[in-house]
């Protein structure tokens, strides 16, 4: 199967200070990647959709403007968090869409981010 | 809205039965369908998708899908504790500004006790 990773696979900071994370498609390219949020005992919620080279789309109540998506390559995309707060504290997890007629998306590892 | 559903959990089972997990979705316009499995504090892990009518088997697993019942399945044979975990149901579209878009169901957590 294809893979996906993801960097950090943990990340701890401050409130207030940004973090970026990456997202890289090692041996297909990604013409469509998504950013997904699971907090605890939940399910995974879609927060936005990114498309290389064109702006992201969001998920209804995700603020774009906090969480800023670029998808520069057809193997990179990178969420960033902005003025992170205790309640961003979650695990965001993207995976990678191979279209070529096929459906599958195939997962990162997923990042743990904590806000203190 | 679109919306997956998952028989709700636990589900437990002893070592060699089977597991049945189900999922029912509402957009009649799905077309893919995908089991994952996510251990906890992991990522999900692909199983098996389905896009046409009927069953689709690899190994132990086999996918079940009724479209006009808008309804997917997935039966585990002969399970061990290791597939213990929780499966989550995904739906996906594949027209428009949606393609290749997933909803998930909430999961049901699967506990294979030996």
């Known amino acids: 199967g294809a893979v996906v990773s993801q960097h950090p696979s943990w990340v701890i900071c401050k409130s207030g200070t940004s973090v970026k994370i990456e997202c890289r498609s090692l041996?297909?390219?990604?013409?469509?990647m998504f950013w997904y949020r699971q907090f605890p005992k939940q399910s995974l919620m879609l927060m936005a959709t990114?498309?290389?080279?064109?702006?992201?789309?969001?998920e209804q109540g995700v603020e774009k403007d906090k969480f800023l998506i670029n998808h520069a390559s057809l193997t990179l995309s990178t969420l960033t968090v902005t003025s992170a707060h205790p309640e961003d504290s979650s695990f965001y997890i993207c995976s990678a869409y191979g279209g070529r007629g096929s459906y599958e998306q195939y997962f990162g590892p997923g990042t743990r981010l904590t806000v203190t | 809205q679109k919306e997956v559903e998952q028989n709700s959990g636990p589900l437990s089972v002893p070592e060699g039965a089977i597991a049945s997990l189900n999922c029912t979705y509402s957009?009649?316009?799905?077309?893919?369908f995908f089991w994952y499995r996510q251990y906890s504090g992991k990522s999900p892990e692909l199983i098996m998708f389905?896009?046409?009518?009927g069953d689709k088997e690899d190994g132990r697993f086999t996918a079940q899908l009724n479209k006009a019942s808008q309804y997917v399945s997935l039966l585990i044979r002969d399970s061990q504790p290791s597939d213990s975990a929780t499966y989550l149901c995904?739906?996906?579209?594949?027209?428009?500004?949606?393609?290749?878009?997933?909803?998930f169901g909430q999961g049901t957590i699967l506990t294979v006790h030996p």
């Open positions: 995904a739906v996906g579209t594949a027209g428009g500004t949606s393609y290749g878009k997933l909803t």
């Open positions: 041996d297909f390219q990604a013409t469509t």
């Open positions: 389905i896009y046409s009518n």
């Open positions: 990114s498309n290389e080279g064109s702006k992201a789309t969001y």
């Open positions: 957009d009649r316009g799905s077309q893919s």
